[in-house]
């Protein structure tokens, strides 16, 4: 019998937030929109989500020279408000999403099955990116 180890990658922060603030601006169309790029180059022109389990979720994620573009989306396989999300991606991969309240902060551990067409280092350099830049919009706003 073959087995096979999935790989996981975790990027994390601590948000200068309160937990309800930092789940709603994670979960909210209209905050996705504003923190769900990697770059300054990079944008997420709609959202869209149905956060309960079996529930989908899709985020287009576009290039604002418009030279390229992708759909970011997958089903919920667990959601435990102010706690944990878990989806799989559109491509079989699995996301896995701590949020953890620490007096008036929120530290967000995001773990995540690389794909193979791109370095491991690269993919969490994206995702990580991605983090940070929700941590500035949510301390910010």
Known sequence: ?????????????????PLE??????????????????????????ATINLRKGGSFTSRMEAKDGSFGFDFGGIYDEVRTNEYIEYTLG???????????????????ESF?????????????????ILNNFKKYTENN
């Open 113 to 129: 099955e690389p794909e193979s067409e791109n370095p491991h280092e690269l993919q969490k350099g994206g995702w990580q990116a």
């Open 91 to 109: 491509d079989g991969r699995k996301v896995k999403i701590d949020f953890i309240a620490d007096n008036n902060k929120t530290k967000i551990s």
């Open 21 to 46: 603030k930092v789940w709603g601006f994670w979960t909210l169309p209209e905050h996705i929109t504003k923190w769900n790029n990697a770059s300054d180059d990079w944008h997420t022109p709609h």
């Open 1 to 17: 019998m073959e087995t096979t180890n999935k790989v996981f990658i975790t990027v994390e922060n601590t948000i200068d937030a």
